[in-house]
């Protein structure tokens, strides 16, 4: 593994040098500085409509097509399984518009994702007439580790299920879900469905591969991943085929992006992809991820550490183990006796610690299933960029609170 040099990685992120510690990046991660320079580049040399025969017309579709070429290879997809929109909210929506299911059919929705990948399946099931279940962790019952099984998804499987859709990492717990038994579980089951998966906040922290893991949708933000605010998403040539397009008629239906990309693109914002990819690397040997996990393992070791070192006072949400393998650097937590809007807010006034208080849009999570109040939780979500020093003066000054608390 190639050795990690933190502050190298710092300077190349120009916000970095800003007198805050970024501690939610699970809300957005900061800029590389290449992707801030490539825009700029692209808007002073060749923003004009592409698809032309004029010089910068030409030079304008190549950056684009550069673009789509880096966000494939960073899934270890193929281009024309890949499409870009303005989010990830704005992709699932549009995704849930072309796919023509008949009432009966049935679909599986996780009751604990972020809200961008439940409100397009429950309106779906409600258009079309389609029988909705949910997909709720059950054991063991009410934890604050709830975990997306396969032994809880597999009765809810039949021949007649058409999708199913869930979440790969949490974006409040920060638990990895085995997505490749997720599959294997449909595939077996349910050889018909879908299976869509909402990759944010995971994609930033691991390399994903869509081909190994077998799913037909995956969805990220790369705004989340040292990027700028434009959105991707991946279907599987399969789930293409029963996709119709929403594209105008006249125009070309045999592509993800035919279908599903609507209008004029962020060409700006794609074409700075590769400088995303060249800096972290596709999913192969000798990219930074292995460094990253390392790192981000000590960071996350850290907090929790600390937060468990509290029982009966502090509620680690997600799982407990600090273990890379189970689990990313965004820490949720709640303390007794403190609210976690006044817990963020009495810091905030303070120190330099950008964290957040809430529910993160996963409401359902939070606010049924956790069973959490309108403050919901207090999330810290940690970065590969952030130093274990940092960490380390959070901690200092958590603990002021907490102890006062006590
Ligand atoms: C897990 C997860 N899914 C989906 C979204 C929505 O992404 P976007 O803002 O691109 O619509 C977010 C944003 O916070 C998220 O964290």
Request: hydrophobic residues 40%; glycine residues 8%.
């Amino acid at each position: 593994m190639a050795t990690f040099d933190i502050e190298a990685d710092r300077a190349k992120f120009p916000a970095l040098k800003e007198d805050q510690v970024f501690l939610d990046n699970a809300g957005g991660s900061q800029t590389l500085g290449a992707v801030i320079e490539a825009i700029s580049d692209y808007l002073v040399k060749s923003n004009v409509q592409f698809g032309g025969g004029y010089k910068t017309s030409k030079a304008s579709s190549s950056r684009y097509d550069d673009g789509v070429t880096a966000g494939a290879k960073f899934l270890n997809a193929e281009k024309d399984e890949i499409a870009f929109g303005s989010s990830t909210t704005q992709l699932l929506r549009n995704l849930s518009f072309t796919l023509p299911f008949h009432p009966g059919d049935e679909i599986v929705v996780s009751s604990i994702d972020h809200e961008a990948n439940i409100a397009p399946w429950k309106d779906l099931a409600a258009r079309l007439n389609l029988a909705l279940k949910w997909w709720t962790p059950q054991q063991p019952p009410k934890s604050t580790n709830p975990r997306l099984l396969p032994a809880d998804l597999a009765p809810l499987l039949s021949p007649r299920t058409r999708l199913v859709t869930c979440t790969h990492a949490s974006n409040v717990l920060g638990s990895i879900h085995d997505v490749k038994a997720i599959a294997d579980a449909v595939r077996g089951a349910a050889p018909d469905a879908l299976l869509c998966v909402d990759g944010v906040a995971y994609a930033p922290h691991r390399p994903v591969d869509v081909k190994a893991l077998g799913v037909d949708f995956y969805v990220l933000s790369w705004y989340k991943v040292y990027g700028p605010h434009v959105a991707m998403l991946y279907g599987s040539r399969r789930a293409q085929g029963q996709m119709r397009s929403l594209g105008h008629f006249f125009n070309p239906h045999a592509t993800l992006e035919n279908k599903i990309s609507l209008g004029s693109g962020h060409y700006e914002l794609v074409q700075s992809i590769p400088a995303i990819v060249d800096y972290i690397g596709p999913p192969t040997p000798g990219s930074l991820w292995p460094s990253i996990a390392q790192h981000e393992s000590r960071l996350q070791s850290t907090l929790l550490a600390y937060l468990a070192s509290k029982p009966g006072q502090v509620t680690i949400y997600g799982e407990p183990s600090a273990d890379a393998s189970v689990r990313l650097p965004t820490v949720s937590f709640a303390v007794a006796g403190c609210d976690s809007r006044a817990l963020v807010e009495t810091l905030e006034r303070t120190t330099n610690y950008g964290f957040r208080w809430g529910a993160f849009y996963s409401n359902a999570l939070v606010h049924d299933f956790l069973g959490l109040g309108p403050s919901g939780v207090v999330r810290v979500s940690m970065a590969h960029y952030n130093t274990l020093d940092e960490i380390k003066g959070f901690i200092e000054a958590l603990d002021g609170v907490i102890s006062e608390a006590a």
